[in-house]
């Protein structure tokens, strides 16, 4: 493919302004979601994307959304409104969680707004995705991993449901929900916060239609996309081709003993001026809850890519993406879901596993570019917990909580994103906050710690892992649902980078004693209990030898490792105390270190 780029219609100082005012109508989306629902996993996690799409369904705007949630899949979601509902009219709302026309999974409950003008023209769409803390699966979770299909999931699918028309709710869908979900006004507060955020979409872009007119913004949306093909053009220019395939694997897991390979086949074409990942050499539709649907396979790559290049110039629209190009195929487990399989945990688990070599292949490929890879997902310091609150007449609670997840990928020129959380969110979710946490819930925090020598070490070292503790209140039982990878197969450094820490999951009895948990379950804790969460660390890039001394020192002083595995990792001698802050490099002996642990290294080589 060429590289020619159309010109421009509309001066640049024009493209640049309304690009802003489309960002500001997503973030006003965004700000109306976040500050008007009611559950956890949205008020405080952040757990929800806003977007703005042409009418022929090309992303154009997205804000501070989920990469997991936006980069593929808005397109095919507004498609399928299109293709069942081709006569579109003012004051239309359709609730879609469709995983097999364009979702994330079902638990993420979209709603798409058409955006009309007064002579009946379709302008633009408006999408907001919000995680629910409960979709009416089977068991009290949003994420169900242990079952063979999506009947055995239970939840609620939604496929272009008109859910409002003339501006108006379609009673019938709404008695569906609550009868359903089992926190059925925290559900409402959140499909109306939902709701708003998609009318104030639509609101405000009917007035930007108004005030500079709707073939103005045609062209601004045609210049920034051949904008945003130039800037990704550019940016793939500076990486040498090239193809890598690399290997990972999900741990063991009910279902699939053996656990799930997964092949990810990298190109680079800096001439040509595309990077294409080919996921087709993966096994079939596995019987759990794990498969990707088509936009999480296709945006776990994506997201590898634009983090891959190192040059976050580049805007993340229907224009940059023209130059990249994802392979799946259909029934794969890393591909196009057929119903019934299930894709209950479709964001999360294989989405990092796809996420990781793909940005590790970009590292192998072009030194200087890619990530390592970020630490395993779900481990139980981000599980689901539900039960009666005995503080508010037993009403059921179910929220996902985020008290302890860490795991971010060392980069070329940075330490990893030490609450990223996971590499499909891209580190825009949020680590809770113990005390609203507390607050909200019957729910008490033992306590939250990094884990010293923890990290993939490297020149740009990964982020440590986390310790978290957490049980019910008196007088209260809970369960929490999780569903953990990374016990077994842990994440890579890149460029000699080492591997991070692997996660873990253990019970501590009311007698103090430590129970292991096995990484897909569902613990019951009475009261005096506790469930104790290990997130995986993050892998490191480059030659930990080659990371600066100051760094490491740093790094002692802060507890996240220790003075032995810094002389014997880092070849850095750290001597005095923490104790008084006496600490301090030997530089005579670290050089000295450092050129031994190169010269076994090489000849170990």
């Known amino acids: 493919m060429e590289k020619q780029i159309s010109a421009p219609r509309a001066d640049g100082v024009r493209t640049a302004i309304l690009s802003s005012r489309f960002e500001s109508?997503?973030?006003?989306?965004?700000?109306?979601?976040?500050?008007?629902?009611?559950?956890?996993?949205?008020?405080?996690?952040?757990?929800?994307?806003?977007v703005i799409l042409t009418p022929d369904c090309r992303l154009l705007a997205a804000a501070e959304s989920l990469p997991s949630h936006t980069l593929t899949g808005p397109d095919i979601m507004c498609r399928t409104v299109k293709r069942y509902h081709p006569d579109l009219k003012a004051g239309d709302c359709f609730l879609h969680n469709s995983p097999y026309e364009g979702n994330s999974h079902a638990a993420d409950h979209c709603l798409i707004v058409p955006v009309i003008d007064a002579g009946g023209t379709l302008r633009f769409f408006v999408l907001a995705k919000a995680h629910q803390a409960d979709c009416g699966n089977a068991k009290p979770t949003t994420y169900v991993a242990d079952v063979a299909d999506v009947y055995e999931e239970g939840a609620l699918i939604f496929s272009a449901a008109k859910i409002q028309s003339d501006y108006k709710d379609n009673e019938d869908l709404i008695r569906m929900c609550r009868a359903r979900i089992?926190?059925?006004?925290?559900?409402?507060?959140?499909?109306l916060a939902t709701l708003g955020a998609v009318r104030i979409g639509e609101r405000?872009?009917?007035?930007?239609?108004g005030e500079v007119g709707w073939e103005a913004l045609e062209d601004y949306a045609e210049d920034w996309f051949d904008y945003s093909e130039k800037k990704m053009v550019d940016a793939i220019a500076r990486l040498p081709s090239g193809k890598r395939t690399v290997y990972t694997a999900h741990d063991p897991f009910p279902g699939v003993p053996e656990g799930i390979p997964i092949t990810a086949d990298v190109e680079i074409d800096s001439e040509g001026a595309m990077i294409r990942v080919d996921l087709t050499r993966n096994p079939d539709c596995t019987p759990t809850g794990l498969n990707l649907t088509e936009g999480t396979?296709?945006?776990?790559?994506?997201?590898?890519?634009?983090?891959?290049?190192?040059?976050h110039t580049v805007p993340v629209n229907a224009g940059s993406f023209r130059r990249v190009e994802i392979?799946?195929?259909?029934?794969?487990?890393?591909?196009?879901?057929?119903?019934?399989?299930?894709?209950?945990?479709?964001?999360?688990n294989l989405a990092d596993r796809v996420s990781n070599p793909v940005q590790r292949a970009i590292a192998e490929i072009a030194p200087g570019f890619g990530m390592a890879e970020t630490g395993p997902i779900m481990p139980p310091g981000m599980g689901v917990i539900s039960g009666r609150d005995p503080r508010h007449e037993n009403e059921p609670f179910v929220n996902q909580?985020?008290?302890?997840v860490t795991g971010g990928a060392g980069t070329p020129v940075t330490d990893g994103f030490l609450f990223i959380i996971h590499a499909g969110n891209a580190g825009m979710c949020h680590i809770d906050s113990i005390e609203v946490d507390e607050l909200h819930h019957p729910l008490y925090v033992a306590g939250r710690e990094m884990q010293v020598d923890t990290?993939?070490?490297?020149?740009?070292?990964?982020?440590?892992?986390?310790?978290?503790?957490?049980?019910?209140?008196?007088?209260?039982?809970?369960?929490?649902?999780?569903?953990?990878?990374?016990?077994?197969?842990?994440?890579?450094?890149?460029?000699?980078?080492?591997?991070?820490?692997?996660?873990?999951?253990?019970?501590a009895e009311k007698d103090g004693s430590l129970t292991t948990l096995p990484p897909c379950y569902g613990a019951a804790l009475l009261p005096g209990e506790t469930i104790?969460?290990?997130?995986?660390?993050?892998?490191?890039?480059?030659?930990?030898?080659?990371?600066?001394?100051?760094?490491?020192?740093?790094?002692?002083?802060?507890?996240?490792?220790?003075?032995?595995?810094?002389?014997e990792v880092y070849g850095v001698v750290v001597t005095g105390s923490r104790a008084d802050d006496s600490l301090t490099i030997d530089a005579a002996a670290t050089g000295e270190t450092r050129a031994r642990l190169s010269a076994e290294k090489t000849g170990a080589a």
């Open 532 to 567: 104790v969460s290990y997130s995986a660390g993050g892998g490191g890039y480059g030659s930990p030898l080659k990371r600066a001394a100051e760094r490491v020192l740093a790094d002692v002083k802060d507890g996240w490792i220790s003075p032995e595995r810094a002389r």
């Open 327 to 348: 392979r799946l195929r259909e029934n794969c487990c890393v591909g196009i879901p057929r119903h019934p399989a299930s894709c209950s945990v479709a964001t999360t």
């Open 455 to 507: 990290e993939g070490a490297g020149t740009f070292r990964g982020a440590p892992s986390i310790r978290a503790e957490f049980g019910p209140i008196e007088d209260c039982t809970m369960k929490v649902l999780y569903t953990a990878d990374g016990s077994k197969n842990v994440a890579l450094g890149a460029q000699g980078g080492g591997p991070g820490a692997p996660s873990r999951a253990l019970k």
């Open 204 to 209: 405000e872009l009917l007035a930007l239609g």
């Open 297 to 311: 396979s296709s945006s776990a790559a994506m997201v590898a890519i634009f983090n891959g290049l190192i040059d």
């Open 401 to 404: 909580v985020h008290i302890g």
């Open 25 to 50: 109508i997503a973030r006003k989306m965004q700000n109306t979601l976040f500050r008007t629902a009611r559950s956890g996993i949205l008020n405080t996690a952040h757990d929800f994307s806003c």
């Open 182 to 191: 089992r926190v059925s006004e925290q559900w409402w507060g959140d499909y």
